[in-house]
T-cell receptor, first 110, second 112 residues
Framework: DTEVTQTPKHLVMGMTNKKSLKCEQH?????MYWYKQKAKKPPELMFVYSYEKLSINESVPSRFSPECPNSSLLNLHLHALQPEDSALYLCASHGAGELFFGEGSRLTVL | QKEVEQNSGPLSVPEGAIASLNCTYS??????FFWYRQYSGKSPELIMSIYSNGDKEDGRFTAQLNKASQYVSLLIRDSQPSDSATYLC????????????FGTGTRLKVLA
């Protein structure tokens, strides 16, 4: 099983809403990532968790709050987002020297 | 200077031709290099990884790495219309870290 599962696949939220994106992997990988990707742009690194500890935060605004409850799960809590935060949010896990992506959660902020 | 650079394209090649995609990186200590394919609206899919200087072949794909010149390339032989996608170069910037940086991607169009 080499799968990274992300839910929901699509999310529409208002600027005052609080929502969460979820990511799960059962490959035994110990590093998990959140990337943000805008149309026609490359994935942009947001956060990395290594062994359930936040190891990289690429100066992401505090309206994005990551959480790693255990080695298989990664959440991204969203609050007071702006329309410019609309993007594809990609979760990835790292194992055997390679990065594996989930299918992404497409977020629209109204 | 961007950390990982690619020509954004589009690169158009006829069906059956060889497509050549290039990537340069700025950090000399980078150790791991990857090519991903991304179809429109989909997530990136790993095609190849390469860690040592030289060529690495996998089916119709060949990755080439030259650390002295700080470039990595991807050749696609016998290009098919289904190869039309954006190809992203990714670099693990430093051994022992988990930081992967992506280039801007090259859009490839294979013309039938």
């Amino acid at each position: 099983d080499t799968e990274v599962t992300q839910t929901p696949k699509h999310l529409v939220m208002g600027m005052t809403n609080k929502k969460s994106l979820k990511c799960e992997q059962h490959m035994g990988h110990r590093a998990m990532y959140w990337y943000k990707q805008k149309a026609k742009k490359p994935p942009e690194l947001m956060f990395v968790y290594s062994y359930e500890k936040l190891s990289i935060n690429e100066s992401v605004p505090s309206r994005f709050s990551p959480e790693c409850p255990n080695s298989s799960l990664l959440n991204l809590h969203l609050h007071a987002l702006q329309p410019e935060d609309s993007a594809l949010y990609l979760c990835a896990s790292h194992g055997a020297g390679e990065l594996f992506f989930g299918e992404g959660s497409r977020l629209t902020v109204l | 200077q961007k950390e990982v650079e690619q020509n954004s394209g589009p690169l158009s090649v006829p069906e059956g031709a060889i497509a050549s995609l290039n990537c340069t990186y700025s950090d000399r200590v980078s150790q791991s290099f990857f090519w991903y394919r991304q179809y429109s609206g989909k997530s990136p899919e790993l095609i190849m990884s390469i860690y040592s200087n030289g060529d690495k072949e996998d089916g119709r794909f060949t990755a080439q790495l030259n650390k002295a010149s700080q470039y990595v390339s991807l050749l696609i032989r016998d290009s098919q219309p289904s190869d039309s996608a954006t190809y992203l170069c990714a670099v693990n910037m430093k051994t022992g870290t988990y930081k992967y940086i992506f280039g801007t991607g090259t859009r490839l169009k294979v013309l039938a």
